[in-house]
């Protein structure tokens, strides 16, 4: 098992940057694929970003690609959400998840395939 622990969420204007951490217990974290996800006021939880376990692939959203960027640190059990040039829009629950899986290469992008999940940490945008 794995517990994740989410960080660095705030507010900030539009145009802004926030890093969100996740830290993992645990120490097989290499063993599980990684991924962002975030929930809207009123709105279903999206699919944000994913990275394989190996950290050499990566997957985004069409609405945050070119201004997120994913990034895992496996020698300190930690995934990485930077986010720049932010939009109200982006304003959120953000939520990492991982995923055990066996590919060095697979990042899962539906919320169904991962089995463990952060609490979240709060992201606002103000216009």
């Known amino acids: 098992q794995v517990q994740l622990v989410e960080s660095g969420g705030e507010l900030v204007q539009a145009g802004g940057s926030l890093r969100l951490s996740c830290a993992a217990s645990?120490?097989?974290?290499?063993?599980?694929?990684m991924g962002w996800f975030r929930q809207a006021p009123g709105k279903e939880r999206e699919f944000v970003a994913a990275?394989?376990?190996?950290?050499?692939?990566?997957y985004y959203a069409d609405s945050v690609k070119g201004r997120f960027t994913i990034s895992r640190d496996n020698d300190k059990n930690t995934v990485f959400l930077q986010m720049n040039s932010l939009k109200p829009e982006d304003t959120a629950v953000y939520y990492c998840?991982?995923?055990?899986?066996?590919?060095?290469?697979?990042?899962?992008?539906?919320?169904?395939?991962?089995?463990?999940w952060g609490q979240g940490t709060r992201v606002t945008v103000s216009s």
């Open positions: 645990g120490r097989t974290f290499s063993s599980y694929a």
């Open positions: 990275i394989s376990r190996s950290g050499g692939r990566t």
């Open positions: 998840a991982a995923d055990p899986v066996y590919s060095y290469s697979y990042y899962p992008t539906a919320s169904s395939e991962y089995d463990y």
